[in-house]
């Protein structure tokens, strides 16, 4: 049992499995890699939930993945990253990059002046992203809103629906009467709502998804981690995989998964 | 450590707060009984997740209550009623109500031969109400349908709102179209979106909430464990108390409550 070498997996870890949307932008990328992804679907959601809870949790997922010998480790989930980054690099012993800063850096790009940030009331309470926002770029004004019901209706499949352009106007009434010139999208589900999101916010408020700038922070922090040769094997496990979530799979990664396995943590 | 007595008191449990609503129902009905309620809201929801998760949660909530010295347990949310009710009886030593027969029992009082069951993607799924329904009455037409945005909607308190009323709309429109008469609520979060369910349906089609036949199926089964004059103390348990969950227990309960204590399973 050695550790990790370039050969290993990169490991992705998500509340559910909306962390897929940053498992695709990975493996458009790196397509020769390896990839292990762990949705801890039995307890999600993280979002509303406590941070002591969501600690506890990412703790637990996080280890599993670096005992399954992943050389690197993605938290994709917004919540657990704005709680639990600290806590879980310091609990493993390979590299970890949390969604927050790559989100940061790409909505830093796009020049806004007035930027918001959506997530689960988790995130937003954290204070995370609006820290990591003053830290690089201090001028520039930042609000954030909790919007509870995005992630209930990403997973319902009604992304692009009358009742979420509805819902997306009352969470994003105040921010965009603020003048937000761009939205990050503090959430890994929330891609998913783009079409709708897209319609309610207008063509001159950028929506910056995280998933791929996460992909180019791997690329960039750690070029020498990466193999061009591998497989490009993925291994997606579950600690629940009802009927929902094996749909929503699908939908996000546009095909049966075979190697779907169920675990427990 | 004897076993509990007349003078334990009575255990509910639920995935999480939304149980609240049968323990007030019992306590308008039994006044002077003791409660310990546990909402496992670490875990929730349950609605979403396979009939394996679901039994496991149950079965550790329900041990755990036992533990307690709870004299009688209901388990107030139709999820794990309609999974794991079997398994939680077996399991324990004290009396198990569910919420499924005596929602199924108020619901053949109204006499409506078209009853539509409304519930989470599982309870819908297990069709524990399509066979209780046809074991005590056969010759009642039932259709059920799965609502996964109430629940959310529910705790964001937009019981009372037009994106309800939309989201309502869409689910119900088939069931309403083929006329049902009556509609099981199937869900202990779902009385709280009274208002905008009254005026989807409308006047003619009653709606049957389970919370209030809980308490009297608890009266009518088990009076021998009944105590008329005892201390009337109620403790709350959660398994995560984020500000979400407190918020929503106070919505409910319709004060602050002091006893609410964090427990791990």
């Given at each position: ?21 940053v ?27 406590s ?46 990059i ?11 790009v ?135 979530f094996?749909r ?17 943590l």
């Amino acid at each position: 049992m050695g550790g990790p070498s370039e050969h290993s997996p990169l490991g992705i870890f998500d509340s559910g499995v909306g962390g897929l949307t940053v498992l695709q932008a990975l493996r458009h990328r790196l397509p020769h890699e390896s990839f292990l992804y762990l949705g801890d679907t039995a307890r999600l959601p993280y979002g509303t939930k406590s941070a002591g809870t969501v600690t506890r949790y990412a703790l637990n997922a996080s280890r599993h993945l670096v005992d399954k010998g992943v050389k690197l480790l993605v938290v994709a989930c917004n919540t657990a990253s704005a709680f639990a980054l600290d806590e879980v690099a310091a609990a493993v012993d390979v590299p970890v990059i949390g969604v927050v800063e790559p989100g940061v850096e790409a909505a830093l790009v796009t020049s806004a002046n007035r930027l918001g940030v959506i997530g689960t009331e988790g995130t937003v309470r954290s204070g995370a992203y609006q820290r990591a926002i003053a830290d690089r770029a201090p001028s520039i004004d930042v609000r954030a809103t909790a919007c509870p019901l995005f992630v209930p209706l990403a997973e319902e499949g009604w992304g692009d629906h009358e009742v979420t352009d509805t819902v997306a106007r009352h969470y994003l009434e105040d921010i965009l009467a603020w003048g937000a010139q761009a939205l990050i999208l503090g959430c890994t589900h929330y891609p998913l709502l783009t079409p709708s999101l897209s319609r309610v916010v207008g063509p001159d408020v950028r929506l910056v998804d995280s998933a791929s700038a996460v992909a180019e922070a791997v690329i960039s922090r750690h070029r020498d981690l990466l193999k061009a040769d591998d497989g490009g094997k993925v291994t997606i496990q579950l600690t629940d995989a009802s009927e929902r979530f094996r749909r929503i799979t699908k939908a996000i990664l546009g095909e049966e998964f075979e190697e779907l396995e169920v675990v427990d943590l």
